[in-house]
């Protein structure tokens, strides 16, 4: 898929004091991409629910993050914090329809500088422990990295830290500009990969699964940490073939290597009705399954009781992927199934 080159970019007052508005607004003149003026509510004020979600996929916002407290990210990292919020992706299960459910536009924090002064703090004050923090929690930052350069950077600042390290996840291939980073094994790089027939149903504007896999064999032969993330696990006719032909794939864009670094996160669909009323107002043609019926209900942390499959099923994907991982990975780490 073609980079993300969003159709207009609004910037704040206060984003006018960072030199990274500037690199931005640079390439968005060579681009063509317009720079609007007025102010992003008056501009999307009038449209509907679908218009303004459309809108906002396509919109970057310049602005400042101004979040010092990090929350926390179990069971992937101790801290998580953003240099990007939102994605160009317009995945329908994506939980950010419900984080984000007022502003699905991009908005991309320039004050970097700022931001990885504040991850020093958390550093330095848990030393000698080592801090690990997850980029990829409110955004995917790899999807514009080629307007922001940020995760670059972020990667440098963590390759000089001897008690922090840094995670990220994406569902993009645009890594080409990480390649050559001096990253010093300290950011571990995980790529959310799905069935063929998921990624075509449910992950529009996102990259297919054969350009997530070549990125993620570049990303393990820059010898960064390398993971996947298989994400969300669908059960439907044909999917243990499916996630077998997908794991095989994997297996031969990594040339049959087992590194023992390689490390598997297993996440199983789930929705909120919170989500479930969003997803549905968005996308009403969606085969998503959001009957709560047939789901066993838990309470999420993020205070919503989420629908999962019921013990049973999940007990049987677990078990599936359990084996099929040892199969092809047999020196690979699942880190968790959720
Ligand atoms: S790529 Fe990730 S962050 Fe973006 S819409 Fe899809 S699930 Fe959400």
Known sequence: ????????????????????TYEILKKAENLNIPIIEDSFNKKTKNLSEQEFFAYSKRTIILGISKNKKLDSCKPSADFQFSLVSGCPGTCEYCYLQTKHAASPHIKIFVN?????????????????NITTFELASTSDPISVEHLTGSVARTVEFFSKQEFGKLRLVTKFSNIDSLLNVNHNKKTKIRFSINTDYIIKTYEHNTDNLQERLDAAAKIFKADYDTGFIIAPIFIYDGWKKDYEDMLINLYN?????????????????????????????????????????????KWGPYGYYKYVYPKEISSEIKQYFYDKIKQYFPNSTIEYFT
Do not use: C, H
């Open 1 to 20: 898929m073609k980079k993300f080159i969003p159709s207009q970019i609004f910037v704040e007052k206060e984003a006018l004091n960072y030199s990274l």
């Open 112 to 128: 970097i500088n700022e931001i990885l002064d504040n991850i020093q703090g958390y550093i330095d004050e848990s030393k000698p």
């Open 253 to 297: 864009k990594l040339d049959g290597f087992s590194n023992s670094n390689l490390t598997f996160e297993l996440i199983q669909y789930r929705f909120t009705l919170k989500s479930k009323d969003i997803i549905l107002k968005r996308f009403p043609k969606t085969k998503l399954d959001l009957n709560e019926e047939t789901r066993l209900k």
